[in-house]
Structure formats: structure tokens, C-alpha cells
């Protein structure tokens, strides 16, 4: 086991999950200037760009189950070289696309390669670190992870939308190279040498009450997240006409969001180790969500820098998600950590499908037809479901991590 925080695998899944974030949320930096380009109106862009973002949300979820599956039967390194590979050919591929089917496809292609890259690398350095500095690996992985966002912003300021997919494919190539040196965790080694042990069941976790409501807990306490991440910022020129202002820009919205959220994963990250304890940062996190959808939902803006500084307040208040997989990867003994902790965070993402088909809805429908009444809807429903998953919750930040989950 590691004793040093800064190793080889804390150091490439970090850059990995840099990479991964830059991926993730290049479409919603390029969202209407690649569809405008393709010759999609404006009305369009937003319709078209719901689709493909929810196509790329669908490819996370089942990217999600292969690699969970994948990582705890053949284990997590090759999971990362195989999946980085996937989105990194894709996201070149995204480069050439001529209309919305292709467009669609290869975001759904990438999805599933993006799906393996968090939840194995947490997974790798949750076990290669003792508990009581493992809130810390992952906590440095979020915060150098989530800055692929910015980097994401800097390449769209600069470079036309195609060119900004093959850069990122690109990354992802150079990165699978820097792969080659990680070695996988001495407890799966140890897990692997029992030929007679379960690996990797996904049924698994539908076959035991306790597991089931362990695993649906994990996912639902993060959807709030993704109302944040996929609707308010990634749809923010839309709240910005629908409060009077005009030139706001989602690639502003998301760095600036970004920004909010590496400050936020760095505070809960070591608020959880400063209390011991990943529940009470969750629950301190989910409260103040709360307050900055309810200021960013009902405040007025008079300049756009207003609306930006409340995406940096949004971003810091959803900074749990270094907690968020951390407590995927903890919940759950060595044969399936793997499979859940890549199918937490990605089924997590997938719900952001259901959150944003509930929006189009409300905010077409003559009673709640405002991207404002509906965002208040869907995002009262989010947060109401992340409490009650929360709820209960086991406390895992003293869980030693070597034990299996029994049949």
C-alpha cells in the first residue's frame, strides 16, 4: 500500500479525470456555435443540443455498467486504457460531423468511453492509500480533475469547435501513454487470486436488499449535480434572456461554474477529513445547494458578471462530488467497488436524461411554461430526492476497504 499521497496512480487518474471533465463538457462549450454552424437555428441548437447531450448521458450510463463490470473482473488499470482509447477516437471523430445523426452517435460513443475514467481511478486510489489519507487522493484527483473544465473553456476562446474535439482526442492519447506505468492495487491482486470468488456481478446489486438500497442511495444523493451542471449552466444564454439579459455565454457559465466547483471539492474534500466524516459534508453541501439555486432561480441580474458570479456559488455548492465517489467506492466490498463506483457517478450523470426531458416539458407547458417555474420544479424534485437518499446513510470514512461482499 502507498504511503505517500502524490504517486503514480493519485498522479494519473487525476490527470485522467482532467481529462475526462474537458471531454464531458466540451459539448456544452461548443453546443450552438458547432450546431449553428451546421446550419441548425438557434431554436434548434436548444432542442438538438438537449438530444445530444441526453445521447451522451444514455452512452455514460452504459459505459457505466461495462466498465464497473470490466474493472472488477479484469481489473481497474485496464479499464482506464481501454476506455480512454474509446472517447479519445470518438472525440476525433466528433470533429467531422456533418449533421445531428453523427453528431448524436459519436456522443453516444463517447459517453461510453468517459463512463470508465472517474470510477476506476477513484476506485485504484481509494486502495492503493491507507483510510486515513485516501479522503485526500481523491480529494487532489477532483481538484486537478474538474480543471479540465477550464482548460476546455480556454481551447473553445481559441481554436474553431472541431478543432477543439481533436485536441481533446488528442489529450487522450498522450494520456494513455502515461498509463503504461500505473500498476494495479494489491487488493484486487489479492481478490483476483481467489478463483472461486464473484467479480463484477452487476446483477448483484439487485439480488440483496441491503446492497440495492446502499447502491440506489449512492446515486441519488449526486442528482442534484446534474441539474446544476446540465441545466443551469449549460442552458444559461437561455435564463439569461428569460431575466432581460442578453450575450451570456454557456462556456462562461460552465468556467465559471467549474472554478466554483474545484474551490468546493478542495473545502468538502478536506472539511471530510478535518470531521471525519463524509454524511455530515454531504448534508452541509446539499444545504447550500438549496440556498444557491433559490438565489440563482429567483435573484434578479442586471449585468451578466452578476450571473456569472452566482454559477461560481452554484459550482462551490454541488463541490461534493469528491465525496459523492468517494462513498461509491467505500460502500462496497472489493468485488464489486469497481462496478459501483463506475456506476455510481454514471448513472448519477444518466439521470441528468430524466431532469432534462422534465424540463423541456415544463418549460413548453402553458401553466409552468418558463425555463424559471421549471427549473424550480425540477430542481425542488432533485434536491428532495438527494436528502432522502442521504438519509440514513452509513458513515464509511473509517470503512477499511479490504472485504468482500457475500452472496
Known sequence: MQTKILNTAVIVAALGYFVDIYDLLLFG?????????????????????????????????????????????????????????????????????????????????????????????????????????????????????????????????????????????????????????????????????????????????????????RFIRCIFIGTSTWFVVGVLMFFAPEFGKAKGLNGILAGNAIAAGYCGLIVGDIISGLLSQYLRSRVKVMALFLALDVVAISAYLSLPFSEPWQMYLTHFFLGISVGFWVIFVTIGAEQFGTNLRATVATTVPNFARGMQVPINESFKYLKSTAVTGSVITASWIVGSACLGVAFLALYGMKETFDQDLDFLEED
Open 29 to 213: 462549450f461548443v453546443r450552438q456555435k458547432s450546431l449553428l454552424s451546421l446550419g441548425y437555428t438557434t431554436d434548434q441548437a436548444f432542442d438538438l443540443g438537449l438530444s445530444i447531450q441526453n445521447w451522451q448521458m444514455f452512452g455514460m450510463l452504459v459505459g457505466g455498467i461495462l466498465w464497473g463490470v470490466l474493472g472488477d473482473k479484469k481489473g481497474r488499470v485496464s479499464v482506464l486504457y481501454f476506455s480512454i482509447a474509446l472517447y479519445s477516437v470518438a472525440n476525433i471523430l466528433n470533429g467531422f460531423v456533418t449533421g445531428y445523426a453523427d453528431y448524436a452517435l459519436y456522443r453516444f460513443i463517447a459517453g461510453i468511453g468517459l463512463a470508465g475514467e472517474l470510477g476506476a481511478g477513484i476506485t485504484l486510489v481509494a486502495e492503493v492509500l491507507p483510510k486515513d489519507k485516501r479522503g485526500l487522493g481523491t480529494t487532489l484527483v477532483a481538484a486537478i480533475g474538474l480543471s479540465g473544465a477550464i482548460l476546455a473553456w480556454v481551447i473553445d476562446k481559441c481554436f474553431p469547435w472541431n478543432i477543439c474535439y481533436f485536441i481533446g482526442g488528442g489529450l487522450g492519447i498522450v494520456l494513455l501513454l502515461l498509463r503504461i506505468s500505473v500498476a494495479e492495487s494489491g487488493i484486487f491482486k489479492q481478490m483476483h487470486a481467489n478463483k472461486g470468488l464473484s467479480r463484477g456481478s452487476f446483477v448483484a446489486l439487485f439480488t440483496n436488499k441491503d446492497r440495492f438500497i
